[in-house]
């Protein structure tokens, strides 16, 4: 049990737990979400854009 909290620990980002798959898309999209029209973002906001991203992409591959 101690190696599965280990395993959740490195894919925590924000305060919230993530899959290595969901892990791995925020650290793709994430500087780029962090700054848009030359505004900086805070977490709350970039949490939110991802998990419209993330729905959007779940949608299409849904078709």
């Known amino acids: 049990m101690e190696k599965r ?8 980002l924000y305060g919230c737990h ?3 798959e969901e892990y ?7 500087k780029r979400l962090s700054n848009i ?3 900086r973002r805070n977490n709350t ?7 419209k ?4 992409d779940k949608n299409e ?3």
Do not use: N, V
């Not at 906001?45 to 998990?51: A, Y």
């Not at 991203?53 to 959007?56: G, I």
């Open 5 to 12: 909290e280990k395993e959740l620990q490195k894919y925590r």
């Open 18 to 20: 993530f899959t290595k």
């Open 24 to 30: 791995t898309f925020i650290q793709k999209k994430i």
């Open 37 to 39: 029209k030359g505004q």
């Open 45 to 51: 906001q970039i949490l939110i854009e991802l998990f």
């Open 53 to 56: 991203l993330a729905l959007k």
């Open 61 to 63: 591959m849904k078709g």
